[in-house]
């Protein structure tokens, strides 16, 4: 497809599960972030990929968050040992550019995680 | 630290008038700004960008207006349609840690009545 894609749409985890969010970018695009977005609230930065390098993940709430993006296209957050405060949106994006002209993300329709 | 916020979290505006959403910004340092658009279970779509040397950028049907004594940004949507309601965010690039990303407010929704 054009966009970017993310799956699963929905995710219910039972608290302690482990959990795994797809990414597919936008075919091309060197920059892939990831954020989290909690209800009512604007997404939050977790971690930024330029091709296969995670360069940036100083916004990882904690060491339970994991994310890889091994061939520079597809991209996976992992979660371990979920937590309930861990129930948000998890977008994806991806960028053609690098640099400061990165801000114009293009944003998948996020995977809802619920963890009960 | 750096942050980005906005002055109302609802806003309520009748079809065919126009729309102000407005924005302050704290990281005076900031030199790229950009307005998404988020609807009911979507992503964030991109609208319209500014850079920190422009004060004034138009669209179609948007501009963005952009005040840097007073670290403002506000984006104005001509003729409101039903199909702009949604919550619309600001975001300022950051660059930290040798790294740019953006870094969104809490959003205003904007409600649309016929």
């Known amino acids: 497809g054009a966009g970017v894609s993310q799956s699963p749409r929905y995710k219910v985890a039972k608290r302690g599960q482990d959990v795994a969010l797809r990414c597919d970018p936008i075919s091309g695009h060197v920059s892939l972030f990831w954020y989290q977005q909690a209800l009512g609230q604007g997404p939050e930065f977790l971690t930024y990929f330029q091709n296969e390098a995670q360069l940036d993940k100083s916004g990882l709430p904690s060491d339970r968050f994991f994310a890889e993006r091994p061939e520079g296209s597809v991209s996976t957050l992992k979660i371990q040992r979920t937590q309930q405060e861990d129930s948000a949106v998890y977008l994806c994006?991806?960028?053609?550019?690098?640099?400061?002209?990165?801000?114009?993300?293009?944003f998948g329709s996020g995977t809802q995680l619920s963890v009960l | 630290g750096e942050s980005v916020g906005l002055h109302l979290p609802t806003l309520s505006v009748q079809e065919g008038d126009n729309s102000i959403i407005n924005c302050a910004y704290s990281?005076?340092?900031?030199?790229?700004f950009i307005w998404y658009k988020q609807e009911s279970g979507k992503g964030p779509q991109f609208i319209i960008d500014i850079r920190s040397n422009m004060d004034k950028r138009q669209g179609q049907r948007v501009t963005v207006l952009l005040n840097k004594t007073v670290k403002h940004l506000s984006l104005q949507i001509a003729a409101t349609q039903p199909g702009d309601s949604a919550v619309y965010f600001c975001a300022e690039n950051s660059f930290s840690g040798g790294y740019n990303k953006l870094i969104f407010g809490a959003g205003t929704r904007l409600a649309v009545h016929p």
């Open positions: 994006a991806s960028s053609g550019r690098t640099g400061t002209g990165v801000g114009k993300l293009f």
């Open positions: 990281n005076s340092a900031s030199d790229y």
